[in-house]
């Protein structure tokens, strides 16, 4: 599975996805995160969120179609996306927006702001707390808006890229 934002800058990166024993954990415990919350996690969305993990890095949803089915036959766009919504309401997964790409969220808490570094180089995404959503938060408050959910994106090079 190819990268979203995949640049040929010339040198490796790690891929920081989940594979084996830490990736069936992983799974296990947002199955049991989906029966607490009296969701279920069904077969496709548990591959959707099982690429994801294993990518460890964003991902389109078209690369996750082609990719669905192993070697098999791709699966059809509506259940992927079908797939990806879910996963977002229940904070599986995150839409990085400038990317048109997906990434999976391995925080537990439900709900939480989300702020990812992305390098414009490699492509590489790494997600973090972000210290300025509070703020943001208190200030559609006092414009009075109820926000439901907060994602920063800041472009730039990662440690890598910058040596």
């Known amino acids: 599975m190819s990268m979203a934002n995949a640049p040929s800058c010339g040198h490796d990166h790690h891929n920081h996805g989940v594979a084996g024993a830490a990736l069936a954990a992983e799974l296990d415990a947002a199955e049991a995160r989906c029966a607490a919350a009296d969701q279920r996690l069904t077969a496709p969305r548990r591959r959707v ?8 890095q964003p991902v389109k949803a078209y690369d996750l179609i082609s990719s669905f089915g192993g070697s098999g036959p ?86 890598d890229c910058r040596s």
């Open 74 to 159: 791709p699966a059809k766009p509506p259940t992927v996306y079908r797939a990806l919504d879910f996963l977002e309401k229940q904070g599986f997964a995150h839409r990085i927006e400038s990317l048109n790409a997906y990434v999976a969220c391995r925080k537990e808490a439900d709900g939480h702001a989300a702020a990812f570094l992305i390098c414009d180089c490699c492509g590489a995404t790494r997600e973090i707390e972000p210290k300025a959503s509070a703020e943001i938060i208190a200030a559609g408050e006092a414009a009075g808006y109820a926000l439901t959910g907060v994602t920063i994106e800041a472009h730039g090079l990662c440690a």
């Open 49 to 56: 969120l099982e690429l994801l993990l294993e990518a460890g």
